[in-house]
């Protein structure tokens, strides 16, 4: 356990977004003791399964990671449209819970709702000292050079994706095997067994 | 069958370099009709297993791609104090195989031999049409936008890469896994089963 | 002719872009049996010529490389405002055509409609193991390593251009002396004798 | 004081390489109960001060800031003539210090030995889960997004610095200035006092 | 004095960001007889101070510069949902002084309408043959490697900074501070004093 | 004229590299009153044409744009070999002619030579605050920002290329072309008629 527990804040533009690009070292936060909340900023409405089914998924796959959850309510596929908003809202997300730590999309994403949540989360956390970014499947030119081992946790990362039963119906094996490649291969590149990888935006070490 | 074989040049430092950056692609380059080789600049000698091993592994691996193979002779960890015998070397390989295609190490890459390789290669082959550079486990940032699926190809692979006996004694499994692990995820970015990386360098398509 | 022809979408944000990055590889495209679509997003309504006139010049152009013309209608200089809109329609042309290649804008472009063209079709393109980016007289840092040899088709390109009378008025001279030194010069850069540049967003090459 | 103390090396070519790139790190890692060794590559001997001045300089700035100091005894200006023997050298030396944290020069420095180093680090480190590499007064293009607040041992950097006396005699304010306002705006962008800059290779971040 | 005065047109969002990032350079295109716009695009309204104490303080630190101003009056916060407006405004401007130099923000700044304006600009100036871009508090990964000697007018710069009294209330010296040792760190990079920094986007040299 | 003369000293590796690189902007200096000076460092003694030949050639180049020669003596293709002897060699350069603008090749190149010449330059020149990189043949990922109108320059670069009578003996026609095609895209790019094309390394502006 930490001695002194931090405060951990995830971004993410859609249900099951955080969970892909940094659930396990969400589970290895709350397993050291830190408070961990994840910030969904859309129903993920636009995609199969309807509000009510994502928003009880999210909230199983947040417990099965100790994390609290929180909704950001914008509207699936527009969240640049409300940019200045977005900025506030999670600002205020800020505040509240007092984040020492925030993660949120890599910038270079083709997804137009990662990008604006990748930026204005960067906007959001100028004044915070730790701020990486996280891989997802739609980004492009992630070139990590920060990771964290999650060799830990992985079990728990799987059991929190396969919480959103609306989205793995078909597809289920084929994105836990991708999810099992992606961490080998980031485990490979960091010398750990699996890995998460990020890249810094801003990170002040401990020393 | 390509209706038109081409010449396909596969350059790497040591002995098993070229089988774990592009063996998939060179297998399917074999299977497609095209003539391929691979120069391989070192003899490896510097690690486990002697010179004569080596060399008979080399051979076993690449007879199981269907290359042909020919040595640089040059001492193992110490390639960049030939820097100028080096592109001699590569360009009078590529003007006598007349090679069309060229595959050789990225520039960043944290071993001293894959980086002298790299360069002198992309001297060497400045008036070839296709460069291609492909990934090592010493890469580091490395950024691919150019894949070859190699699902068909990837079990010659892993054979090419247990002929090189003297290498995997113990190792064999991990080195297998994290094989399959990259291959796993490149396909993934590359919406194929598995998959092969490459930064070009310098690649004129054909359309 | 190629011996299973593929369907080829290129995306531009308004008339004559399409030419003008990548209207040579088009045309070699259409010669080799290949089917083209251009999907052109605005009318260019808010520079010199009126929309019919503009729909006349750009049905011309395309006829001129061998390509089907499909309309995006959405304002000019406005495109961000319709970001998902956007995504949508190159989705659905995208699954209309059965794209197998798929050419757009660079996303580093001081336009704010191609920079809007590149995103949303990277985002539509998701799927698709073909997707380069083409340069245009607002890119900036574009750095291209993939070329095709236009050289066969820099006479239908420069017909193609000319198509767009209501734009090239007094500075006709003065564009296609441009094209022909951007031609000469990527021709130069990937040792062909005339050529198109691109940056690939993903490139699943055939071997 | 950390409960799991660490082994940190810092490698550097020249004395006060490593002081003017970390020393402020350095003497947090030794102020927490890590163990820190120095790695100086050459004597320095090409510059102002004969090599018995510059290894009791040295000495002493290593003293100061709480490190072991070992000598690497290659020539001073020549490093990159010795590649593999450096290697060998530093991989020894992580070795026998059991080395959990590298510290070395950035890879992009307009000073050979520099970037001989560096390279050499990278390479000798590739088994490390924590390798960063500093900032130098010939870094350029340095781009750093990982941070180590000094406040607290920015006195101390200093002291190690001017301990290089033969280095500093007329210019002592200057370089002490120039400390000061890189410390204040390194501070600046990570949002704490003073801090240390740091482009990281490979870190596997403890959560 | 210049022979050949030029006209130098700065753009910023807020009042005071273009103080911050190139208030010594615009001092010194005074100095030297050049004609000298500031373009400011907002009120700031949406910080501390109302809307008519910031126009007089940007009244001031403009005068101080010995710079005219132009307001763009666009909404705090909001500047993106305006960006056609935003680059009819920037272009109109550009002609209506017949700018030879323009200056802006660097389009990598985690403040929206930093990005807003820094890429419109881009756009607005492109045909003009000198387009730099400015560092901000909250730009990231900025990369100088074009800089101006501010020596002499660093100390105008700080008079224009005092001007805006509503935002430097409690934390004046700090932002004092601060643009002291970022004016010395750029300084010291580029071998001069102090200095501006610049990342190029045109600049057509005079030699 | 220039009212304040500058000297300026251009570095390149081969007779004729200078002149391919910058050749018109050397031209422009030498009109404005500027001293110019050129350091050859080897004579292309590997290449066709023997070394008196190609002496008194760059000679005629040199004299044709108005610029002192001093030669290197360096081996042709091996320079990598001398990188301490390199740098100083320049730096005694710089010194005698009090160069206070560098040009020199990009880092980015495929040839050994140009490469070691390109870092031996960046760090003897170290204390200029003008240092600029050029363009090459074998330059990649060449991405500039900087750029000098050669219109009235392009006919004297063409004159001094074709002193270098052994290289261009057949293919003269060809680089001329290039040589032609280059200038015009760089042109279009920068705005202005031709331009020679520059990547900074550190340039500090007057204004």
Redesign the interface.
Known sequence: MNTTPRSVLAVGAHPDDIEMGCGG?LA??AA?G?RVTMLVITYGQAGPGDVRARMREQQDASATLGADLVWGHLPD??V??H??DL?HLIESTIREVRADVVYTHGVED???DH?AVA??T??AA????QVLTYES??S??F?P?????VSSALDKKADALRCHRSQVADSRMVDL??L??????R??????GT?EA????????E?
């Open positions: 070292t290895r936060h050291s830190d596929g527009k640049s449209n940019e200045l900025v083709t997804h137009q990008r930026l204005a960067l906007g100028r004044h915070c000292r499947p739609s492009y030119g070139r050079h920060v990771f964290v081992d095997d991708v099992h490649h992606q961490a080998g291969y485990g490979f590149q960091s010398r750990v890995a990020f890249v810094p935006h801003r990170l002040v070490l020393v």
